[in-house]
């Protein structure tokens, strides 16, 4: 059993490659795909170094601009499942996401035949350091009002790091993925719960970036609001239709 955790980088020379040994330290199992977005800072260069220092347990794809974490995301799923890999991760590149917990999701999927499993700052043990009240109102009240508005039994989907079983994104039309940011995070989790799989949450401690600055800005609060609602919009949609059709003599 093989899995790939996926690193979306921009600006991350200071952190990608003790994250990277990081990463590998958890064991054989575990390889990695950078998928840098052309960063001047030369994060590029030195995943091309990782690459030669790690051979075959690190790969990478570089990308003309700053295009952003859902495509970087599906251009890593799209890699994965190509190579055949079991389970893929989505995790930050920051140390945001504690690489020790690696482990820990596989077998929490293992131990609860989960498909997905959600590191989650919102069930008991879980949390974050270091943020501004502010950015907790934020983070929280926007994975309750989507859990809310789309009937999800999730406390925490807005996190970002994720671990898939191949099958559950195998299964999904990847090319119809319309959202971006938190929206991203939300939209394959409600795809996951919709299509029938078995999330799980798992108890993570969230830590502030240790290098370099943060990429989030207010306009991905506001696009993963408007895709809530829009997603709410169409499953209610969807139900009346079907129950037109159930009703039609």
Request: glycine content about 10%; overall charge neutral.
């Amino acid at each position: 059993m093989q899995a790939l955790v996926i690193l979306p980088t921009y600006n991350e020379i200071g952190n990608l490659a003790p994250m990277v040994d990081a990463i590998l330290a958890q064991g054989d199992m575990f390889d990695v795909l950078v998928i840098d977005d052309g960063s001047p800072d030369g994060t590029g260069i030195l995943a091309d170094h990782l690459k030669k220092t790690h051979p075959g347990r690190v790969e990478v794809i570089h990308r003309q601009g700053k295009l952003g974490l859902a495509t970087a995301y599906l251009t890593g799923f799209r890699f994965g499942m190509q190579r055949g890999y079991d389970f893929l991760f989505e995790m930050d590149a920051d140390f945001s996401h504690n690489p020790a917990y690696l482990p820990q999701f596989i077998e929490t999927m293992r131990s609860t035949g989960a498909d997905l499993v959600l590191g989650s700052r919102y069930v008991a043990g879980g949390g974050a350091t270091k943020w501004p009240w502010y950015r907790r109102l934020i983070s929280r009240g926007g994975s309750l009002y989507a859990s809310k508005m789309l009937g999800i039994p999730v406390r925490d989907l807005t996190g970002g790091f994720k671990c898939f079983r191949a099958q559950v994104l195998e299964s999904m039309n990847l090319e119809s993925i319309q959202a971006s940011g938190y929206g991203f995070q939300i939209e394959l989790t409600y795809r996951a719960v919709q299509a029938g799989f078995k999330v799980v949450e798992m108890p993570i401690i969230f830590e502030e970036r240790r290098e370099g600055q943060s990429k989030m800005s207010p306009a991905i609060f506001m696009e993963a609001f408007w895709m809530v609602a829009k997603m709410r919009a169409e499953h209610q949609t969807a139900e009346q239709n079907a129950e037109w059709e159930r009703l039609r003599p």
